[in-house]
C-alpha cells in the first residue's frame, strides 16, 4: 500500500507572510506550492472581468467571493486533487482546521498588525513606508481581518508562529525543521 502524499498547512491572517513562506518551505522540501488564495483571486478576477489578481478591485471583492460555498468547494477541490498527485505545502486561511484536518503538519502564522502592513508596504512601495501610510494600510488589514474572521481558523493541532520578530529565513527554517521530524 502507498503512502499518502505529505499536505503541509500554512494558515494565518492577511499579510502574515502565508503565501512567501510557503513557497520558500516547499521549494526547500521539493514539494509543490499551492497558494489557496490565489486560487480565490482567479476566480475573483473572472468574476470581474480582466482584473489583474493583485489589483485593487480584486483585493476588495476576493473576501466575498472566497464566502461563497461553490467556490469554496471548488478551490478546494482543486487543492485536493493536486495533493493526490504530489506533496503539497498549502497556504490559506482555514487549510489545517477544515481543507486538511488530517495533515500531519500545520501551521498557524501571526504576526502584529502594524508589522504585517509595513512588510506588505515594502512589497508595494519604491520607498520605504511612512508611519502615516503603514497606519492606514493596518486599518485596511484589521478590517480584511474582521472580514475574513470566520474563515481565519486555527486547528487545534496547528503550531503557532508568531512572526513579528522573526525573519523570512527563520520561519522557513522553523518549519523546514519540523517537516524533516516527519519522515
Known amino acids: 500500500m502507498s503512502r499518502p502524499n505529505i499536505v503541509i498547512t ?3 491572517p492577511a499579510a502574515s507572510g502565508k503565501s512567501s513562506t510557503a513557497d520558500l518551505v516547499a521549494r526547500e522540501l521539493g514539494f509543490r506550492h499551492v497558494d489557496s488564495g490565489a486560487l480565490y483571486r482567479a476566480e475573483t478576477a473572472r468574476r470581474l472581468g480582466t482584473a489583474d ?5 480584486v483585493t476588495a471583492a476576493v473576501s466575498k467571493i472566497a464566502q461563497i460555498p461553490e467556490v469554496r468547494a471548488q478551490v478546494n477541490a482543486t487543492i485536493h486533487a493536486i495533493a493526490a498527485q504530489e506533496p503539497i505545502v498549502v497556504d490559506g486561511r482555514d487549510m489545517g ?3 486538511f484536518p488530517n495533515a500531519p503538519l500545520k501551521i498557524f502564522l501571526v504576526a502584529d498588525p502594524w508589522e504585517r502592513a ?3 508596504l515594502l512589497q508595494r512601495l519604491t520607498h520605504p513606508p511612512t508611519d502615516d501610510e503603514i497606519a492606514d494600510e493596518t486599518q485596511r488589514l484589521v478590517a480584511r481581518d474582521a472580514k475574513d474572521a470566520t474563515q481565519t481558523v486555527q486547528a487545534r493541532d496547528a503550531v503557532l508562529l508568531d512572526t513579528t520578530y522573526l525573519t523570512q529565513a527563520e520561519q522557513v527554517h522553523r518549519i523546514v525543521a519540523l517537516a524533516h521530524q516527519l519522515k
Open 118 to 120: 509595513r512588510r506588505r
Open 97 to 99: 482546521n477544515t481543507v
Open 10 to 12: 500554512i494558515d494565518g
Open 53 to 57: 489578481l493583485r489589483s485593487p478591485e
